[in-house]
């Protein structure tokens, strides 16, 4: 009765939704002739998986011609028959996620019990405009990955390159950046099985982690996909898990490390901790873990092993690790305020020096005396140079534990349903504090834990010979939980600084004390994006035509607190009383106390509704057109409480602006402190909402793919399509948090550090500053090009050459539209806020959708697959991708009223990419003595090796020169360019990486340097893993490992300091990781 209803409810077309419609099988197809080269029509195709026994049926048109749609992942056997022909067989078919191939077949006259068989060589050449990439599931587990981290295999596929030094973290609070064929690294589709794994806020921040032995395999689509891939615009990453077969197979393992096996860091030249003579800090890596899958055969259920399978895994992670960052700290004697080893501080009193350059005892502040004896240390590392150096060691624990299940049941051949869940829960101590660096041990300390679920169901069902049709429901979650677990409560320290809103956090307040260790509080934090996801595809197959469409709806919630908002206080102290910061703190004398109402919690609810329909037309036997049109409606999100807001430009009316005084500040009641802000629920012209839902996005997609020789071992294809991004939640979040109805902030000048109410308060005076978003705010949008050529040289072997370009239209970008002209604040006293454009507010950073890219590139890859054990793969990437915006994030423009001086490489452009992979298992030696094969038998050696061109980077220059205030995030002013700023090759060092005579200070106009004009180092890495395999029994294997990550321990820089006017400016005082050696054992059956 499930079977029926579930047909007839998509016979008729009903379904539900989801945030994309995602591939996870594959299509064969092909055409049937005789020996003469005439069409056989009518013959029956069966497609069989060799491990499961599922199984799909065709019979050839009246060309000749067959499709066989839907099939999941797996190894495949082909049976044609016809009458007067003889059977055909073909074994060993292996197909991937994505696969589009053709098998075509010619029957031998005979009788029908007579049997061709063939075994297979493996399908390579592709018969879709797609350009993809596939890593198997042998390079998940065969190759070389430090920390186990699959990100990594992502730079096997041309095209694909890393923005940041390493993509080795794990765990919900790490950041993956890569870029897919030009696009931003936002703007990749994240996904396990075809539901969504990525936190929307960043888009940045993967769910879950799946064990590389749970892992089938992995596809990443980086150009022209088909009209079934939606909601990013960059490429698509489909992760595929491991399924049971017929047979029980499994293992288990443990991989180790520790700092005995890591090298030196190259910038290290003291012992870390004090006290010892090693250079590396102690280190303990364990990371193990085992799976098991196969059929369910309980209670003599399933006795043919052909219904019911399943797959189980579970990894733990186990890591001691020790920080030992070096900071500056008062002195036994400025603790006690002497400070005659130093420069004369003066009495804020009298204004003469203190007699002996020492303050007396009754004039330190009492909360300042209890927070330096009870949360300041004393130096430790005055033999680094400074006595006031202090160098903790602070540990760093973390343990992951991660479980994956997946049942797999065939109700009949045409009917097929499945389930898999993955959990995953991350925990952490940061000792200096969530997202901050606290270098005071033991204070704003922070326990966080990171909990993710993905589970996912899927039915497919056959109708008929020609009709297949898809159900799926995904649900994912992530979370952060992060509490503060330091001593820096100020009831237990037995402070009384009052507080301006009684009842916050009882937390010690944010102390800033210029040139000294701090205190920072992040937290307690807590942030979740669920997701409720629907999809439903039906696919047809008539004559020439394979009609695919599909319908989506996604409901997802994103709410998070800000967390680092000072609603405990923060105190500034710059030494402006007494020439001295430190002396400042101990008389409790701050230059500025700001506090928050409330700490803003906001809740976002957002749905996405998607549509798609494509059809693939064999036009003749050799060429299929690819035609397809997606239909996207982005819904902008809601707040629960109605706390979003905006500012928009064209409703600031000049005539109801604020007055302000000769300091900045506003005159009460002399205009309208919102003047041109809408809030949602309140003024918005959106309702609840403060931007236009982008309903009416129409994303067409078109590709050909032309086999010239007909042999299926060449093919030209190329292809073109448009595709939308969905803007990420963080931007929505971040301008909520500043929303200035939602939280009143009070900042006050000179404050007291006991009684911080007794400065002047400048609360409801001072200018806003705001984050808001543009108008209109429209979908940032992708179009996508690719021709290329595709070929099989030798058996195995594919090699691939191609054009892939991209241009990006409306991307999000950075900008203060509240920009002064350079230096006109100095008619007005220096005043910044009394020469903006929009008067009554400060900085306005606005995020809008008017950035460009443009991207071209040479695209090289040359593949062989595993045979007579030895695959080796080479990708190449020559790319040049120009923009006027990397991010959203950052890269504000310098001049906001100059965006053509913006136009420049991206940030995340590497112009060269070369990465090469090989596995190679060495003789076995099956035939040598006994002795000689245990001792060189087994061995096999992996490895992946990169050649990477350096990242791009501006040059900066400190201060505010120009008078134009203070910059987005991420932005400065630049200097004048007078001169090359790049070094010859030979000339560039550590200690002068580029030409720093070549920058001048820029003082009276914007800086005419450009953006991103020269390069950081590159990358030459050689990762190699060499395994001992020894077969216990014919069926179980144990292998020993040694893996070496930078196996030459080659010194490979990092940025280099790109601020002029700064210490550093110039040098390099950083690398990527040292060599770090990992030892493994795995058993397997």
């Known amino acids: 009765m499930g079977r029926k209803l579930f047909a007839i409810l998509t016979t008729l077309g009903l379904s539900a939704f989801t945030v994309g419609a995602q591939e996870l099988t594959a299509t064969i197809v092909g055409r049937v002739t005789d020996p003469t080269g005439a069409v056989v ?41 016809g009458p007067g022909f003889k059977r055909f067989v073909r074994e060993n078919i292996i197909l991937s996620v994505n696969d589009r191939v053709a098998l075509n077949v010619t029957l031998q006259l005979g009788e029908i019990r007579e049997t061709v068989t063939v075994t297979a060589e493996e399908v390579l050449v592709q018969q879709s405009p797609t350009i993809s990439g596939l890593v198997s599931g042998r390079q998940m587990t065969e190759l070389p990955l430090n920390n186990r981290n699959f990100v990594q295999l992502t730079y096997l596929v041309p095209g694909v390159s890393s923005a940041l030094p390493s993509q080795v973290g794990f765990g919900g609070l790490s950041v993956i950046s890569i870029s897919v064929s030009g696009s931003r690294t936002s703007g990749i589709n994240w996904l396990i099985d075809g539901g969504r794994n990525v936190d929307t806020g960043s888009n940045l921040t993967l769910f879950n982690y799946p064990s590389v032995d749970a892992v089938a395999e992995f596809r990443i689509l ?27 197979h499994g293992g288990a393992y443990h991989f180790l490390r520790n700092d005995v096996l890591t090298a030196r860091e190259p910038f290290r030249f003291t012992p870390p901790i004090v006290g010892r003579t090693s250079l590396k800090p102690p280190l303990r890596y364990n990371n193990f873990g085992w799976n098991i899958g196969g059929p369910v055969t309980l209670f003599g259920y399933n006795r043919q092993r052909d219904k019911t399978f399943f797959f189980f895994s579970q990894e733990f992670r186990r890591v001691r690790e020790f920080t030992t960052p070096r900071t500056t700290v008062p002195t036994a004697a400025m603790r006690r305020g002497d400070f005659s080893g130093f420069p004369a501080i003066r009495d804020p009193q009298t204004g003469q020096p203190f007699p002996g350059n020492i303050i007396p005892p009754d004039r330190i502040d009492p909360n300042a005396r ?38 797999d049941h065939i109700f009949t051949p045409n009917f097929r349903v499945w389930a898999r869940y993955i959990r995953d829960i991350f925990s952490r101590v940061e000792p200096g504090g969530l997202f901050n660096n606290i270098l005071l041990p033991d204070v704003a300390t922070t326990a966080t834990d990171t909990p993710a679920v993905n589970f996912k169901v899927a039915a497919t069902h056959v109708i008929g010979a020609r009709a297949v049709s898809e159900f799926a429901y995904d649900f994912s979650r992530n979370q952060i939980i992060s509490d503060i677990i330091g001593r820096g409560k100020r009831s237990a320290l037995g402070l009384s600084i009052p507080e301006l809103f009684p009842g916050n956090r009882d937390l010690v307040p944010n102390i800033s004390i210029s040139g000294f260790a701090g205190i920072s509080f992040f937290g307690p934090y807590r942030n979740g994006n669920p997701s409720h996801s629907f999809t439903y595809n039906f696919t047809y197959t008539t004559g020439k035509h394979t009609f695919k469409t599909g319908v989506f709806l996604a409901t997802e919630r994103k709410f998070e607190n800000s967390g680092g908002n000072p609603v405990d206080g923060s105190f500034t102290f710059d030494g402006r009383f007494t020439g001295n910061a430190f002396a400042d703190f101990l008389l409790g004398l701050a230059s ?36 397809g049109v997606r239909f996207s409606m982005f819904g902008n999100p809601v707040e629960k409480n109605n706390l979003l807001q905006t500012f928009r430009p064209d409703l ?145 072997t594919l090699f691939e050459i191609g054009y892939v370009g991209s241009g990006g239209n409306n991307l999000l970008r950075l900008i203060n539209i509240n920009q002064p002209r350079p230096l006109a604040a100095n008619q007005v006293g220096g005043v910044i806020n009394r020469v903006r454009p929009y008067l009554g507010y400060a900085l306005i950073q606005e995020r809008q959708t008017t950035g460009l890219s443009r991207y071209h590139s040479l695209q090289l890859s040359i593949q062989k697959r595993m045979s007579r054990g030895f695959s080796i793969g080479g990708v190449y990437t020559w790319g040049k991708n120009m923009t006027t915006a990397s991010t959203d994030r950052s890269d504000a423009p310098q001049d906001s009223l100059n965006i053509r001086a913006e136009r420049a490489p991206s940030s995340f452009q590497r112009q060269h990419v070369l990465t090469i992979n ?48 203070p910059f987005p995030l991420g932005g400065a002013t630049r200097p004048d360019l007078i001169a090359n700023p790049r070094l010859p090759k030979g000339q560039r060092t550590a200690a002068r990486w580029f030409n720093t005579d070549a920058f001048r200070r820029a003082t009276t106009t914007f800086g005419t340097a450009g953006r991103n004009i020269t390069r950081a180092a590159g990358v030459n890495n050689w990762d190699i893993s060499l395994m001992k395999n020894f077969a216990l029994t014919e069926q179980v294997r144990l292998q020993f490992r040694a893996e070496f990550f930078n196996a030459f321990n080659h010194t490979q820089l990092g940025a280099p300091g790109a601020t002029l006017g700064v210490a550093g400016f110039g040098s390099i005082s950083s690398a990527r990781d040292p060599r770090i050696i990992q030892f493994g054992l795995k058993l397997a059956f």
């Not at 067409?700 to 803007?727: E, N, Q």
Request: proline share 7%.
């Open 918 to 965: 090989y596995i190679w298992e060495l003789p076995t030696l099956r035939e040598a003595h006994p002795a000689v094969r245990a001792v060189f038998g087994g061995w096999q050696l992996s490895g992946i090796t990169t050649f990477w061109s350096g990242l791009p980077f501006t040059v900066f220059q400190s201060g505010d020169t120009l008078l134009v205030g």
């Open 592 to 627: 500025s106390y700001t506090e928050d109402q409330v700490d803003v919690k906001l809740d976002l609810r957002y749905n996405t509704y998607e549509f798609y329909a494509q059809d693939s037309w064999k036009v003749r036997p050799h060429l299929t057109l690819d035609f």
């Open 652 to 796: 600031y009316r000049p005539e109801r602006a604020v007055q302000l005084d000769a300091r900045g500040f506003i005159i009460p009641g002399s205009g309208d402190r919102f003047n041109g802000m809408i809030f949602s629920g309140e003024n918005s012209p959106f309702g609840r909402r403060v931007q236009e839902n982008n309903f009416d996005l129409v994303g067409p997609r078109f590709g050909f793919a032309w086999d010239p020789s007909g042999r299926g071992k060449s093919v030209l294809r190329g292809g073109y399509g448009i595709y939308y991004d969905r803007s990420l939640t963080g931007i929505v979040l971040q301008n909520g948090f500043v929303n200035p109805k939602a939280n009143t902030r009070v900042t006050i000048d000179n404050a007291r550090l006991s009684n911080p109410a007794a400065g002047v308060t400048r609360e409801t005076i001072l200018p806003i500053s705001l984050l808001t978003t543009g108008f209109p705010f429209r979908a940032p949008t992708m179009q996508q090009w690719n021709l290329s050529y595709q070929r099989e040289i030798f058996p195995q």
């Open 222 to 248: 980086t150009n022209v996909y088909s009209a079934e891939f939606g909601r990013n615009a960059g490429g698509v990453v489909n992760i595929i898990t491991k399924s049971g077969t017929r047979e029980f």
């Open 41 to 81: 029509p009518g013959a029956e195709v069966v497609v069989k998986n060799m491990d499961t026994g599922f199984s799909r049926s065709a019979r050839t048109d009246e060309e000749g011609n067959y499709v066989v749609t839907s099939l999941p992942v797996g190894r495949y056997q082909l049976v044609v028959e």
């Open 370 to 407: 209890i927070i330096v004896e009870r949360l300041f240390p004393l130096p430790n590392a005055a033999a680094e140079g400074d006595p006031r150096f202090y160098r903790p060691t602070l540990r760093q624990p973390v343990n992951f534990r991660q479980e994956l299940w997946r049942v």
